[in-house]
């Protein structure tokens, strides 16, 4: 099939280089000229595992091709695809639709004959109607066409691997033609294929993502009870995984979530809610939840430093939203270290892949961005953990000893092995555990906390 995918961000770039992978001819369409060069020299905007060799492989084949301009792009295209971001509004919560609905415009100016417009970024119930309208309003008289809504349920990370591997593909669309052009584009996928109305294609997107949000948030306020009343949220979330019913995904509590997607996805299905005259209540517990789940976490750095960081060092490892990416949108690593700073903390960081973009938030104002892990650690007074890449869970424990001054770790995403880091002589500050200087021994009635501020 000819494809052309409007858009070359995490959704669109990913899109159109393993659609061109799967055999189709697919253009890729963007009006950012510098960003279309960058790709086509194998130089990716995003790091994504896997993503430069499929799109470099495929250029090669001459399956891909990348332009500025929609209206060649779109040329004797079966399905356009609208891979263009919908950023939270900051006032209101809801998504910022200009960009869809400028490009929908755009298309039906340049509808060639029969085309698919289906819609691939999130996008609030009822857009893809709006996008009809416009479409229709803008394509010359007579030209035919239809709408589908294909939600993508890509993690960052894995992107290249879940377009592969998916349970399911949801289809909204409202002809037969429709539903056929874009299922024969998965039909080869081992996955459900759901076939649905717009509206519920829609709002399966919102569901999934809000809900992954609920479990996440969920076990963050698990955490809180464990660690005060001696239990270990992992243990915890393992047991209760295991039940098929529950799933034992999205149950690691943390320093809460972020991302591009979960925090602005939360917030624009409440803002559907309360547009549709209704208060969803769970749904702002989990936004409040996620909110206060990093200061649960400061909480222990400044129960043990007391409120002022001067003079202090602190060696954060840590900074993208989640492990294996460079993407620091949202990231709560970011806004821990913002606020360690904020106490007047001098601030020692390392991440794998999160480095420049960090920098670029972050400046350089008591920051000194180090190159490895241990490094990082030389002569500080404590250690954050704050990203869950897996190379942090297998610090070398005498090593880090060796190099920090103090003798006190915060583990904000439980990586770490409870028993060896007390072992090796730590304070450990974990989420959701009795440790040595967790919250236990405070709700006990005890004093047992080992805290040692020196
Ligand atoms: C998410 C959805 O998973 C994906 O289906 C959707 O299309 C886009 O949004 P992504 O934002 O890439 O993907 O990351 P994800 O792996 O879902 O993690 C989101 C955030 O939740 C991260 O900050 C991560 O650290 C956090 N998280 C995740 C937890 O704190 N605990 C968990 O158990 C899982």
């Not at 369409?29 to 020299?41: A, F, T």
């Not at 819609?119 to 109607?129: D, F, M, Q």
């Not at 897996?390 to 995403?413: N, T």
Request: proline share 2%; hydrophobic share 40%.
């Amino acid at each position: 099939m000819k494809l052309c995918v409007v858009g070359t961000g995490y959704v669109g770039l990913v899109g159109a280089a393993v659609f061109a992978d799967w055999g189709n001819e697919v253009v890729g369409v963007d009006i950012d000229e510098e960003k279309i060069k960058k790709i086509q020299s194998g130089e990716m905007p995003i790091y994504e595992p896997g993503l430069a060799e499929i799109v470099l492989d495929n250029i090669d084949q001459g399956r891909l091709t990348f332009t500025t301009s929609l209206a060649k792009g779109m040329k004797d295209a079966d399905l356009v695809f609208i891979c263009v971001g919908t950023p939270q509004d900051d006032k209101t919560g809801a998504a910022n639709l200009s960009a869809v609905l400028g490009v929908a415009a755009e298309i039906g100016g340049n509808l060639d004959g029969y085309k698919v417009v289906v819609t691939k970024s999130t996008v609030p119930v009822g857009t893809n109607e709006r996008v009809k309208q416009i479409v229709r309003e803008n394509a010359p008289k007579g030209a035919h066409f239809d709408v589908a809504s294909n939600p993508e349920f890509l993690r960052e990370g894995s992107s290249v691997e879940d377009m592969n591997v998916t349970d399911r593909v949801v289809i909204g669309a409202e002809s037969e033609k429709a539903f056929e052009k874009v299922k024969s584009l998965y039909d080869h996928l081992n996955a459900v294929i759901v076939e649905t109305d717009l509206r519920s294609a829609e709002m399966i997107k919102y569901a999934s993502n809000s809900f992954l949000a609920t479990k996440i948030s969920f076990i963050n306020e698990m955490a809180q009870i464990c660690e005060r009343a001696g239990a270990d949220v992992s243990e915890v979330a393992y047991g209760m995984g295991l039940d098929k019913r529950v799933g034992k995904y999205f149950l690691r509590a943390g320093i809460g979530y972020g991302g591009s997607c979960f925090p602005k996805d939360v917030a624009a299905l409440y803002k559907t809610s309360t547009d549709k005259a209704y208060d969803f209540k769970l749904l702002r517990s989990v936004m409040e939840v996620n909110e206060n789940q990093r200061h649960y976490f400061m909480d222990k750095v400044t129960d043990y430093f007391g409120m002022n960081l001067d003079g202090k060092t602190i060696a954060c490892l840590g900074l993208a939203f989640k492990s294996n990416t460079d993407d620091i949108r949202e990231s709560v690593s970011i806004k821990i270290v913002q606020a360690l700073r904020g106490l007047g903390a001098k601030i020692k960081a390392y991440d794998p892949k999160a480095m420049e973009n960090a920098q670029g938030v972050l400046g350089d104002f008591g920051i000194e961005y180090g190159e490895g892990i241990y490094e990082v650690m030389k002569d500080a007074d404590g250690l954050c953990l704050l990203t869950e890449w897996s190379q942090f869970g297998e610090l070398d424990l005498e090593r880090v000893k060796q190099e920090m001054k103090g003798k006190v770790i915060f583990d904000g995403r439980n990586l770490l092995d409870k028993e060896a880091v007390e072992k090796a002589g730590f304070t450990y500050f974990a989420i959701g555990k009795r440790t040595n200087g967790g919250e236990y021994g405070r709700f006990e009635g005890g004093s047992a906390i080992l805290k040692d501020a020196s």
